[in-house]
């Protein structure tokens, strides 16, 4: 029973202190005067009776009536009913009130009276009734009652109903009406509930919803979950504490425990700055002071609004309980909505009442948190039973059986004050149960089940809405309840009597009369009704993380178990073998449970003593399964290995045992305070449970062993009343001495999991390396322990500032004690206990540090582990190795493929091996740490020459299963597209490794090019020779002291510098120069040589012609006699008529230093008129001629770019009178003269008369609009313009189309004025240049890319192709880091710019290349032209000419930008070369017909330019080739070893020996011009960048590679009784496909070799058999003209005669050979007829190329679109149909592109072909002629074609089908 109401007050208003305008509440009056001794007087009530605070009003209010709640210090709630009414107050009243207070100031009064002369005013007074119950209906009655007798002066004395009020005694629950009378005639019934742990809402619940709606409240019941401030606003007090009250019910069971105050007063506002969390209303006139509250979510119930703060992030339901609440609400609030849509509604739609919604709201929530906390009774830990139920909650195991780690919302919850007091209240196992126990434990099936019926689930709302609404309102019939109200309108009365002053002595007799009843009455003993708590089913589905269910499948489970069965058995070769699969098999949960459930097996009496091996694996196994477990272990996987790391072990020495858990202790899980706990707790519960298992004796010990801890406990609880007090104490006791023995246990395995192996190691451990794939340790291994992280963990809470300073065992003590203090004053260790423990912790960690010292120091004298041999590469004849092998792991960077990557396949790296460093290469030779590939050989290298960066790098720890802590690991990336991450292995000691990065840093920069390998091969290695000063160099000494002389006094030797050079001015230089005068050109070169031999091994005799001859003999000469450039005859008389000359004025390489020794020129200018004009050019490389077309005489010229005096005097100062012959003005006259002399040397100059219009040209040239027709035809268009400054200079500013790749269409070219020279500038230096109508040549500025762009373009081209660590998701990374390397950009504006030159020089006009120093970008420029234009340039032997003249001659620098000696170092490596042969590759591929060398010489040239194995290379120009005597050794007699001398010779010899650098699809075109698409959609990036062969190392070393595969072929030989498969496995990153699966011609030429080998003939050279091949089937062509060629011709389909090559596109109509279609897919049937309309129109090769890439693997001998009639009844229909010789059908598809076949007509069945009629719906406007039926066994085809050749075309190759079957 309990008091109705424990006080009731009287509150008034009172001026309030002086200078504030308002009042305050003062108490008139409270009964009782007393304090109840259970119940204090709550303080503070006056502030709460007037929210708003105490004021005047000048008119009379209606009475109101509110509750307030307050809590006091012991959190008990008091509800303050508030019954508020107005009285008058007089003025002379309120002066006396004022003359009160003291020190009065005068004025003040005679203010306050001038205030309040012209009315009366009214002062708020109010009744308060003070309770502990929450009965708002009865308070409101009571309090009216009251103010009813007061206001119409009713007989009752107010002091018997105070009275009566206040002894008023209620049940508090269990259900029972109680009916009371105060004794005013009065009478109420009030009703108790049930049970009072439900909460009570009324209609409160329903409101909140009403005023904010369904997601409104959603967020806040959330909010207020995971602790948030929430403020509510309203303008009605009433209104506030409802909400308040709602939202405290929808949170049942939890319970609020924070700052509650659902009516605020104005005085106690700034408790809302706050900084705990609190739930609490304040009136809304107040609105503006919550403003700048920046983390408070304010719900305004009137405006229906919640607002949340921007820096406040509300977690919500997971899914899916977040959906089901949401339509669950919308079901009970929103019934009409699932009607909304219907077409015939039922008529009523019965909404539940107010009353009822709000129970069925609360049903929602109820249910909602019922699956919630689903299952939790599973996760309670009782530690103590004895003498109170200690209880603790398993959060992560509750989280990870939920599946809901990662979830944002759950955690917070269970992290919360309210969880915390819900596991406290509802965890003891022995108490009052209610709705929420029974629906937890027994409708949560149901709830699985109703999940996806809304009718279910709806169902089940109502029945738990019933039973909240049965426990607020019992009974269904509530007598009448009679109350007297106030009349109406009393409150307006004008003398209304104030209230009077109650008689204190009569109430106070009235109470103390109650109160000495009840203490005579007997006590009322509640019945208990305790019981033990259901736990309701276990959670059954475990969720993997994230929810998905991961598919475990049976055959991983059993890959498990088997690996640990043959590791116990010892058959370690097996369980290596299974060891990978376990490993990766870990990431799953299963996976890891069943690893822990086998071990187990294999522990007897808590030991398993194992050998070293085993314990290596089951470490391995331990350390991977816990990887993946996160630090608070929510599968409890590290919880089962923990006494398992403390069994299993193994025999160092004698007395000497080292235990596993000195392996794993790499692992977050261990420094988590928060798993121990769990783990302790874990334990006290079982040994607990066991004290009293065991105590009921053994006879039914069967079944006591089914109970669970809870069960048990709640049985103890039970019967604890019933023990005697020592059974009592001796229970106690012994479960305090459980606890405490369990405490001192868990000091122990603390500190074997904290203490690391190497105890003098302070060492913190890296913030960064837990969880980090730590599948660490092998037997000689040493693992760190966690404890620096310890440290980190705990010292921001501890307040331990000194971590570094101390040292591990430190650390521990501290960790254990922090530990062992929170458990055990958890649960109830006494004192003493406590502080035995804090005293031994220091010894235990102590003693077990001494015991590691000894297992560590055995440790250590541990055999290592066998590891393989290292495998010996072979080397080159001449390479010499200069360190052997140093064991190192070769580290799997970002390329997938060699780890497994995304196409699967056991990882081939990380591989074990050496590393070895040779004169000429870096080379990893190894084998695959995979046991399951561990037989294949991985080998990995790379000329050192091509190294471009070395670092020291860290691997990750994906890895670090090999590698040692603190070994040396480098990163080596070569230009050659390889990289290496080396591991060295901890036996390689560090000064090797830094021996090693010194040698290797001295191969890679030599002090000079003659140190290189190409040099020094063959040499015996001595000490590098001291760098001496050149002159001194013993082989040039005999180089003629003239020629080095001048040429150095010439050019001085800023050349060498990389700054650019500026030539001295005119007049300083002297006349000592060797040229003063034209005639001195006559000088004979022998005068020069005579004393010279350029090289110790070859002479050259001092004879005039020898040595002119040997110029003569350079490429470049050779080119020009070819190309018709002037020729150069023994008496170097010219022949005048020639528009070229050869010139020898740079013979002494006086004038250009990077040119060669003889020049094309105009045959007009003289030798002296070129020295002057040279300066004028960077680098002095003044315009030269370096080919010419045959058929328009162009030339292409090519220079350095202008300087700037040059460019002015050329450009700006040629039509201005010079005011005196000024130097620059002779200048640029005779560079003038020097281009106009280029302009006349061409013929159709002359022929316009000196004016370039363009009609000097033949018809021929322009006419039937020429290539360009071919390719606008072609159909592959393309909208990419030039960019539109060079489009626009050359159409005469105004563009009018553009061809498909790029170039400016046909109509610019033919515009009235065409300038017969384009000088190809850059446009940062032609700036300001004004083009001159009167000039016939035109300057076009473009914007090329620098040396440096290529550079970094290269350097993140690398990256891409190659990058050094895996990313997530690689396709996506590498196209992005593609397309920022901005490479194929690069190659576009390359290919772009030399298709322009290439027209330009093909309709006529001359071009001269002046770019940068005329010797990077200049080169690819003329050099692709040249390739484009002229055939011969696209065979090997013409390549090889283009690569010597334009490249070597002309002097790129291969050294310089190539990084090859010390001084280039700091340039870098810039690939200009490889660039070009990039762009030739692009032109290959769109081309592949027209070159004679294949993509693989390519590849070959781009890695040995670089890679120094050949000299070729090596230097920056002629002139210091002839100073190393390097220019004519070629030419002279071959003495010595030839090895590296020249990549030619070599290129010649393989050619020779294979076919590999030839193309067999070669068949070119006479005089062809290449245009190839430029636009980035058409270009691929090279495969050369990406590919690698891990079985043998780059290809390119053609002896080296031979080797290994004839020993393999001859270890396959002798097994020859075994069936022998002919499968293959090709691996893409490890074998070498084109060797391991040859094309078919290679393979039938080794065929033919080995044939002949075996017949004892001399094998026939590959490349005449070739030839015999094609001529041969030529002969056949030409003899079987029918068209039907044997099986040789499908091998040569590439070699047909011309005119039908060109004509490719018509090859159906033209009835030429029907196997052409192998190898030509046409678009011609499908795609409409080319523009040019005439058939016979000469097609170029490109409109092949098209379609050259056909994706068809079937055979299609003959292939067209047909109409066909369907089946009966059915319409004609257009399908594509191909005739299949081979399969010898007639199949058909949709269309042409479709690849699925609709149907197969099988040609064995056709009886006849013959002529058919149309039928209904056959196709219109066909001729008659052009049906046809084709008759099989089962019915008739009908056909229709297009016309009647194309029909009878058909007929004739299915009718030869028939006949050749």
Known sequence: MARLADYFVVVAFAPGKRGSGDGQGQILQRFPEKDWEDNPFPQGIELFCQPSGWQLFGERNAPTFFIAVLTDINSERHYCACFTFWEAVEATQLQNCLRKVEEEEEEMVEEVTALIQPAQLFA?????????????????????????????????????????????????????????????????????????????????????FRQLGITNVLGLFCAALTEHKILFLSSSYQRLTDACRALLALMFPLKYSFTYVPILPAQLLEVLSTPTPFIIGVSSTFQSETQELLDVIIADLDGGTVTIPECIHISLLPEPLLHQTREALSLVLDPELEMADLAFPPSTISASSLKMQDKEIRAVFLRLFAQLLQGYRWCLHIIRIHPEPVIRFHKAAFLGQRGLVEDDFLPKVLEGMAFAGFVTERGPPYRDTDLF??????????????????????????????????????????????????????????????????????????????????????????????????????????????????????????????????????????????????????????????????????????????????????????????????????????????????????????????????????????????????????????????????????????????????????????????????????????????????????????????????????????????????????????????????????????????????????????????????????????????????????????????????????????????????????????????????????????????????????????????????????????????????????????????????????????????????????????????????????????????????HLGKLRYPQHVSDTFAFTVGQSAKPALQPKAKEKNPSLRTISRNLVKNAKKTIGRQYVTRKKYTPPSWEHRGSQQHFPEDHEDEISVSEEMDKGTLSSSTTIRPSDKMTMSHLVERACCRDYQRLGLGTLSSSLTRSKNEPFRISTVNRMYAICRSYPGLLIVPQSIQDNTIQRISRCYRQNRFPVVCWRNARTKATLLRSGGLHGKGVAGLFKSQNTPAPGPSQADSTSLEQEKYLQAVINSMPHYAEAGGRNTLSGFTSAHMSGSGKWGSIRASGRMSNYALTTEIGSRLAGKELLSTQPNGSPSEASFLRQHRASLYIIGDKSQLRGVKPDPLQHWEVVPIEVFDARQVKSSFKKLMKACVPSTPSPEPGVAFLRSLEESEWLVQIHKILQISVLVVELLDTGSSVLVSLEDGWDITTQLVSLVQLLSDPYYRTLEGFRLLVEKEWLSFGHRFSHRGAQTLASQSSGFTPIFLQFLDCVHQIHLQFPMEFEFSQYFLKFLSYHYVSSRFRTFLLDSDYERLELGLLYEEKGERKGSQLSRSIWDYVERLNKKTPIFFNYMYAPEDGEVLRPYSNISNLKVWDYYTQETLAEGPSYDWELVQCPAEELEEATLPDTNAPQSRRKIIWPCYSNRSRTEPDAISRLLEELQSLEMELGQVPERWKDMWDKVKAFQRAEAQADPSGRMGASSLLMASSLPHQRRSLGVYLQESGVSSTINLSLDNDASSTSTPSSGKQGGRKSTSTLYSQFQTAESENRSYEGSLYKKGAFMKPWKPRWFVLDKTKHQLRYYDSRLDTECKGVIDLAEVESITPGTPTMGAPKMVDEKAFFDLKTTKRVYNFCAQDVQLAQQWIDRIQSCLSDA
């Not at 007074?125 to 209906?137: F, G, I």
């Not at 009275?163 to 004794?183: E, H, K, N, V």
């Not at 959670?539 to 055959?555: D, K, P, T, Y």
């Not at 399951?932 to 020291?952: D, N, Y």
């Open 124 to 208: 708020p007074k109010s009744l308060v009734l003070v309770s502990r119950l929450d009965h708002a209906e009865v308070f409101r009655n009571c309090l009216g009652l009251v103010y009813t007798i007061y206001v119409d002066g009713l007989g009752t004395s107010l002091e018997t109903v105070i009275g009566s009020l206040l002894t008023c005694t209620i049940p508090i629950t269990g259900g029972a009406q109680r009916t009371i009378s105060l004794g005013a005639g009065d009478r109420q019934v009030i009703q108790t509930p049930i049970n009072d742990s439900l909460p009570i809402s009324n209609c409160s619940v329903a409101l909140l």
């Open 437 to 998: 126990d029974e629906l937890v434990a027994n409708e949560a099936k149901r709830m699985q089940a109703d999940e996806g019926s809304k009718v279910r689930v709806l169902r089940h709302i109502k029945e738990l809405a019933e039973q909240l609404y049965k426990n607020e309102n019992p009974y269904p019939a509530v007598t009448m309840h009679k109350v007297q109200k106030p009349t109406e309108g009393c409150h307006l009365r004008l003398h209304q009597r104030p209230f009077p002053r109650l008689d204190e002595g009569t109430i106070q007799w009235i109470v103390d009369q109650a109160t000495a009843k009840l203490q005579s009455a007997p006590p009322l003993v509640r019945a208990e009704k305790k019981c033990m708590v259901p736990s309701g089913p276990p959670l059954g589905v475990l969720m993997e993380r994230h929810g998905i269910v991961l598919a475990n499948s049976a055959r991983r489970l059993e890959v498990v178990r088997n690996c640990i069965t043959y590791v116990f058995e010892g058959k370690m070769l097996e369980a290596k073998k299974l060891l990978p699969a376990v490993l990766r098999a870990m990431k799953s949960r299963a996976a890891r449970q069943c690893l822990t459930q086998e071990l187990n097996l294999h522990v007897q009496q808590n030991r398993a003593v194992l050998d070293h091996q085993q314990f290596d694996f089951i470490v391995r196994m331990m350390n991977c399964c816990l990887q993946d477990c996160s630090a608070t272990d929510e599968h409890g996987v590290a919880a089962t290995l923990l006494p398992l790391v403390t069994a299993f072990c193994r025999k160092l020495s004698p007395g000497i045992t080292q235990f596993a858990y000195s392996c794993v202790q790499e692992h977050l899980v261990w420094a988590t305070i928060q798993f121990w706990e769990a783990m302790f707790y874990g334990d006290v519960q079982n040994h607990i449970r066991a004290l009293y298992v065991e105590g009921n004796g053994e006879e039914n010990h069967s079944e006591k062993e089914e109970k669970s801890a809870l069960e048990i406990a709640a049985g103890q609880c039970r019967l604890w009343p019933t023990m005697s007090r020592e059974k009592q104490l001796e229970l106690i006791q012994k479960e305090e001495s459980t606890v405490f023995s369990q405490a001192i246990h868990y000091a122990n395995r603390m500190s074997y999991l904290l203490l690391p192996l190497d105890a003098s190691k302070s060492r913190l451990l890296r913030g960064s390396g837990f969880g980090g794939d730590a599948e660490s340790v092998s037997n000689s291994f040493i693992t760190n322990s966690i404890a620096g992280s310890v440290a980190d963990s705990y010292d921001t809470e501890s307040g331990f500032e000194d971590a570094e300073s101390s040292d591990v065992a430190n650390y521990v003590v501290r960790f254990i004690n922090r530990f062992v203090d929170k458990v055990c004053t958890e649960s109830g260790v006494t004192n003493e206990h406590l502080k035995g423990l804090h005293v031994m912790i220091p010894d235990i960690v102590q003693m077990h540090i001494e015991t590691l010292d000894a297992v560590h120091r055995e440790s250590k004298r541990l055999p290592p582990i066998q590891k393989p041999k290292l495998l010996r590469p072979s080397l080159l004849v001449g390479e010499e190795s200069v360190m052997d092998g140093l064991r190192v792991y070769l580290m799997p960077d970002g390329r997938e493929e060699a780890a497994g990557g995304s196409i699967g396949g056991p990882p081939l790296l990380p591989a074990e091996g050496a590393v070895f460093l040779t004169t000429y290469r870096i080379i990893f030779k190894g084998t695959p740490t995979d046991p399951l590939v561990g037989e294949q050989v991985v080998v990995r290298s790379f000329p050192i020459a091509s190294l471009t960066k070395e670092e020291k790098i860290t691997v990750q720890a994906q890895v670090d299963q090999f590698i040692q802590e603190g070994c040396a690991q480098l990163q080596l990336r070569s230009c050659t597209f390889q990289l290496l991450r080396i591991a060295f292995d901890e036996e390689v000691a560090s000064e090797s490794a830094e021996t090693f990065r010194k």
